[in-house]
C-alpha cells in the first residue's frame, strides 16, 4: 500500500495533524509526519514533494496556517495529489489560511478540508488510495457503517428521553 505523506509547517500545527494521524492509524494506512515550511524551508519541501512518489507515498496532506501556502509549494512540485488543511491562528481564526489554500491557480488543484479539519484530510487520502486497495475500501465502509450506527444509537437516546410519546 502507498503511503500518505503528512507535512505540516510548524510543530504548532500537530494537535490538528494527531488527528489525521489517528485516523490513518484506525485505517492501517501508513504515513509518514514532517515539519517543512514553504517559506523557512522551501528547499526541504521541494525535495519532499519531488521524491514523494519514488519513495512510495500515494497522497500527501499538508497543514498549515496563516498564509498557509505550504499545500501549493508541495502541489508545485509533484503529480500526486495534495490535500490541504488549513489551520487557525489566533489573527483570523483560520479563514486567512482558508482562503490561501483554496485559492490555488488553474492547472495547481489542492484539494481543501475545513479548519483543523484533520480528520477529514486522512479519510479523503485513505478513499483516494482505496481506489486502488479493495482492503482499505473495506475498512472505510466498515467506519461509516460504525460512524453511522452511533448517530442512530444517539438518536434513539435522545427519542427516549425527549419525546412526548
Known amino acids: ?81 495534495v490535500i490541504g488543511i488549513p489551520c487557525k491562528s489566533s489573527v483570523l481564526d483560520g479563514v486567512d489560511a482558508l482562503l490561501s489554500t483554496v485559492m490555488m491557480p488553474p492547472g495547481m488543484p489542492v484539494a481543501t478540508v475545513g479548519i483543523n479539519a484533520g480528520v477529514n484530510a486522512a479519510l479523503l487520502s485513505a478513499q483516494i488510495l482505496a481506489l486502488e486497495d479493495g482492503e482499505l475500501s473495506d475498512r472505510l465502509a466498515k467506519k461509516r457503517s460504525e460512524d453511522s450506527y452511533k448517530v442512530l444509537k444517539k438518536n434513539e437516546d435522545i427519542e427516549k428521553r425527549f419525546s412526548s410519546q
Do not use: C, W
Open 1 to 81: 500500500m502507498k503511503k500518505v505523506g503528512i507535512v505540516m509547517g510548524s510543530d504548532s500545527d500537530l494537535p490538528i495533524v494527531e488527528k489525521a494521524i489517528d485516523t490513518l492509524a484506525s485505517l492501517k494506512v501508513p504515513y509518514e509526519v514532517h515539519v517543512y515550511s514553504a517559506h523557512r524551508t522551501p528547499d526541504q519541501a521541494r525535495d519532499f514533494a519531488r521524491s514523494a512518489k519514488e519513495n512510495g507515498f500515494g497522497v500527501i496532506i499538508a497543514a498549515a496556517g496563516m498564509a498557509a501556502h505550504l499545500a501549493g509549494a508541495i502541489a508545485a512540485n509533484t503529480v500526486l495529489p
